[in-house]
């Protein structure tokens, strides 16, 4: 049988006293927290917008940071920091004080492609971010200038191989979801167009009304009221079905061509770490402003969907980031190869 020494007794002492500080110390963070969540927000939050003003990014960090604002009484101010596809306003976000004074408007780009189109992204989506809530998912349309010779996706097709060489696209740099939607329909139509990078899709957008870009791939709500002017004409929704705001626009699907398939969840988020009542607090604020009937209807004629409430909290947002990342990344490394 063995006996203790007087050695061993004093480590377990030594042990248990660890214990009871480690819980100690759990217990005055979880005090601080709950006392931070009570006050929170005490000053104003910077939302975090990776893209240029007025483009599908904007208006959907701008519709949540109104109505946090309105819903928690303190100024939600947005900050546009373009660049890299989303990446740099992103990994702001992911390195800044995890205490609620810091979101970012996450999507499907900066949130899921990212991690397979940069093998230096410097954060993990999946990691590096506590989820807040899915503001909506966008569905994106094949976009042209007035003037581009195709007025169906059959002819865009035909014309892009013929005159691949100066066919000119714009996007919103490497990882952004235009640039991962007109890779779709790149790599399954077999193109390689020059790609011109702009910091949103917004300029993108003024740059085809101008006539120097051919085209992009572009959330409804860019594209829409230009389309509806006839000064940008839609060729394709990249979606199972028609966008209600278009409804005479065919999807990718009807014209044959269903790999381009592009709707993106646009979403909050806040640094990993940021204390949970602190997010359950922002969380239950952007679930009840998406039931406000106004902001419904705005979504919906800016052609978005929103998603039921049980799957836009922060669980099922973490849930979309993860299976998103899982199933975008083998799809863009295919398509980046081809
Ligand atoms: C934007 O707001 O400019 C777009 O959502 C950016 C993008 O293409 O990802």
């Known amino acids: 049988r063995k006996t203790r020494t007087k050695k ?81 306003g992103s990994l702001r976000a992911a390195r800044a004080t995890a205490d609620g004074t810091t979101l970012v408007m ?93 910091t949103g899709t917004a300029p993108v957008m003024n740059a085809i009304l101008a006539g120097n870009v051919d085209y992009d791939c572009d959330p409804v709500l860019g594209p829409l009221p230009h389309v509806r002017a006839g000064t940008a004409k839609a060729l394709a929704i990249a979606h199972k079905k028609r966008s209600p705001m278009l409804p005479d626009v065919p999807t990718s699907y009807e014209q044959g061509l269903p790999q381009f398939d592009c709707a993106p969840f646009y979403a909050m988020f806040a640094p990993k770490g940021t204390p949970q009542p602190i997010v359950d607090k922002l969380a239950e604020a952007l679930n009840k402003g998406l039931e406000e009937e106004a902001v419904q209807k705005r979504l919906y004629d800016l052609g978005a969907e929103i998603a039921e409430p049980n799957q836009r909290g922060p669980k099922a947002l973490g849930e979309l980031v993860r299976s998103e990342v899982a199933r975008l990344t083998p799809i863009l490394k295919a398509a980046s190869a081809k």
């Open 8 to 88: 061993s007794a004093g480590h377990d002492r030594e042990w248990t006293m660890k214990g009871k500080w480690a819980a100690a110390a759990l217990l005055a963070l979880a005090a601080v927290n709950a006392a931070q969540a009570q006050t929170y927000p005490s000053r104003q939050v910077t939302v975090i917008v990776p893209f240029a003003a007025g483009g599908p990014a904007d208006i959907s960090g701008r519709i949540a940071a109104d109505i946090f604002q309105r819903h928690l009484g303190q100024q939600f101010v947005v900050e546009n920091v373009g660049g890299a596809g989303g990446t740099t």
């Open 106 to 198: 996450g999507h499907m780009g900066t949130h899921a492609a990212a991690p397979a189109l940069y093998p230096n992204l410097g954060y993990d989506p999946e990691k590096d971010f506590e989820p807040i809530g899915l503001i909506a998912v966008q569905p994106e349309l094949l976009a042209v200038r007035k003037d581009f010779p195709a007025s169906n996706l059959k002819e865009f097709v035909a014309y892009a191989k013929a005159n691949e060489s100066k066919l000119n696209m714009g996007h919103a740099g490497v990882g952004s979801v235009s640039y991962v939607g007109c890779l779709l329909l790149n790599s399954a139509i077999g193109i390689k167009p020059t790609l011109v990078p702009f």
